[in-house]
Each structure stands twice: as structure tokens, then as C-alpha cells.
T-cell receptor, first 116, second 115 residues
Framework: AQTVTQSQPEMSVQEAETVTLSCTYDTSESDYYLFWYKQPPSRQMILVIRQEAYKQQNATENRFSVNFQKAAKSFSLKISDSQLGDAAMYFC?????????????FGKGTHLIIQP | DAGVIQSPRHEVTEMGQEVTLRCKPISGHNSLFWYRQTMMRGLELLIYFNNNVPIDDSGMPEDRFSAKMPNASFSTLKIQPSEPRDSAVYFCANRAGETENSPLHFGNGTRLTVT
């Protein structure tokens, strides 16, 4: 079974600084997708960024970028120029590309605090 | 499109009562997922449907839980009888597109409290 581990229960960063959230995963598959979701206090789950395992280039979305290290099974999220609105729980998620189980496997999350 | 709509937003019930959570997925997308979120266990996949058919219900914790999707625009998750340990936030999610890398769109969840 696939597992996703987020080793940082909580992170704190000063506004306008850069922060990196860690994620590692365990899978025997070679083809899969990885996602980062944001969950603000409103409880809504919002997609931040996604990465296809077959792509070597790291995904970027404005201030959000990932460092995907396939051999190390690592998928960290970097948030540049942190803003107060970035404060939320961040979840790393994995999905196997192929038949069978089609849902996402989530990590336990990292609570990101933005200090003004 | 209004996105995935869940109701109620909050539910408080007494132990032993039946609870029904509702979900209206995004129209035109044929997959639907039910997740449960707790502090201890994080987000757990309970069941998912494809074309209204349950594909994988291995995450359903026990027989007290059941889910249905009678048509493409409606799904329910029922707990009968409810227990305090069922207290959690329950999310319904829909795949946002038909390609393999389409992300999930989540509803705003139902916070269930069983006393």
C-alpha cells in the first residue's frame, strides 16, 4: 500500500519569506501523480499544484513550486514571498496512474503559520 | 458550476441515531469519492464510485456505514447507528476532468458530532 509522510506537523514563516514543506511517499509503482492541497480554516480543500511522475521538470504555479526527487521519493513544496493568506493546513497526496484504486492517499498535513 | 455541494454543513446527533450526509457532485463528471478527516487519522478514503457504481469500498470502517449513488447528481453516506468515534469531517469529492491527472474538487465538508 502507498503511504505519504509529512514529517513537519507545523511550520512557521515570516511574511514575505520562503518556506519549504516536506513530503515523502512510499510506492512500488513508477507511474503516478502527486498533489499538494491547501485547507484554510474554511475547511475547503484547494488544489495548489500537481506533478506527473513521468515529468522530470518540477511543476510551478506562481509563488508555489515543487522539488520532485523521484529516486528519493520526495515531493517538497516551496512557497515564495509568503502571504498571510497562505496560512492553512497543507496536504501532500499521491495517486497511482492506472487501474484499481483511484482515490488520493493523503499525508497527515502540515500546519503553516505566517507571522506578520 | 457551483462545484461539489454537501449538506448539511454541520450535524450534531446523539449516539445511536441514524445520520445521512448528502453530496451533489459537479455535473458531467462520473467519479465521486467520500473521505473522512480526523485529527488522528487525517484524510481517509471511505469509498468511491465511477458511473454511479461503487468501485472500492474497502475504506468503509464497518457495516454501520453505507453509501449510495442512485444517479449521477446525488450521493449519500449513511451511518446507522452512529457512535461518538464517528465524529469527523466528511468530504465528498469529484474528479475535475476526465483525464488521468485531473485533480479532485472537494465539497466544503460536513462536520459530524456524535454525542
Amino acid at each position: 500500500a502507498q503511504t505519504v509522510t509529512q514529517s513537519q506537523p507545523e511550520m512557521s514563516v515570516q511574511e514575505a519569506e520562503t518556506v519549504t514543506l516536506s513530503c515523502t511517499y512510499d510506492t512500488s509503482e513508477s507511474d503516478y501523480y502527486l498533489f499538494w492541497y491547501k485547507q484554510p480554516p474554511s475547511r475547503q480543500m484547494i488544489l495548489v499544484i500537481r506533478q506527473e511522475a513521468y515529468k522530470q521538470q518540477n511543476a510551478t504555479e506562481n509563488r508555489f513550486s515543487v522539488n520532485f526527487q523521484k529516486a528519493a521519493k520526495s515531493f517538497s513544496l516551496k512557497i515564495s514571498d509568503s502571504q498571510l493568506g497562505d496560512a492553512a493546513m497543507y496536504f501532500c497526496a499521491y495517486r497511482f496512474r492506472g487501474g484499481g484504486a483511484d482515490g488520493l492517499t493523503f499525508g497527515k498535513g502540515t500546519h503553516l503559520i505566517i507571522q506578520p | 458550476d457551483a462545484g461539489v455541494i454537501q449538506s448539511p454543513r454541520h450535524e450534531v446527533t446523539e449516539m445511536g441515531q441514524e445520520v445521512t450526509l448528502r453530496c451533489k457532485p459537479i455535473s458531467g463528471h462520473n467519479s465521486l469519492f467520500w473521505y473522512r478527516q480526523t485529527m488522528m487519522r487525517g484524510l481517509e478514503l471511505l469509498i468511491y464510485f465511477n458511473n454511479n457504481v461503487p468501485i472500492d469500498d474497502s475504506g468503509m470502517p464497518e457495516d454501520r456505514f453505507s453509501a449510495k449513488m442512485p444517479n449521477a447528481s446525488f450521493s449519500t453516506l449513511k451511518i446507522q447507528p452512529s457512535e461518538p468515534r464517528d465524529s469527523a469531517v466528511y468530504f465528498c469529492a469529484n474528479r475535475a476532468g476526465e483525464t488521468e491527472n485531473s485533480p479532485l474538487h472537494f465539497g466544503n465538508g460536513t462536520r459530524l458530532t456524535v454525542t
